[in-house]
């Protein structure tokens, strides 16, 4: 699969920032941690890609991505989370739905496989 760099975000339904990113290795490479207490903020970084994952609203996990890595968009990136965690992603629409405004607070949620828009925030 291609990888062009990127900067990228998903909302994950899990607390288990672990099991996200044991998912994204696969596709990454191997990603070194480093915890940030102070912050609530985990890093982890492969050859490519830079992961920052910490606590959201809502029992979600913030999961942004930099660098390079196989998912162009932040649907694409939600899709992927959504599918190997099987949980509850939600994430920006982007440019992929012209009808949702970028300045809206209007999310893609992506559960078992069927996706819909919702309020968030």
Not at 23 to 30: A, M, N, P, T
Not at 42 to 57: H, N
Not at 69 to 90: D, E, F, I, M, N
């Amino acid at each position: 699969m291609n990888q062009e760099s990127i900067d990228i975000e998903a909302y994950v339904q899990t607390d288990d920032a672990g099991a996200v990113a044991a998912l994204l290795s696969v596709s990454l490479g191997v990603l070194d941690a480093e915890h940030l207490p102070e912050a609530d903020l985990s890093i982890y970084k492969s050859e490519d890609a830079t992961v920052l994952i910490q606590p959201s609203e809502e029992g979600f996990l913030s999961v942004s991505l930099r660098g390079l890595a196989p998912w162009k968009t932040c649907p694409a990136l939600a899709r992927h989370l959504a599918h190997g965690l099987r949980c509850v992603v939600r994430c920006d629409p982007g440019d992929g739905y012209p009808e949702i405004s970028p300045y809206s607070n209007t999310f893609l949620l992506i559960k078992d496989n069927k996706e819909s828009f919702v309020p968030w925030g």
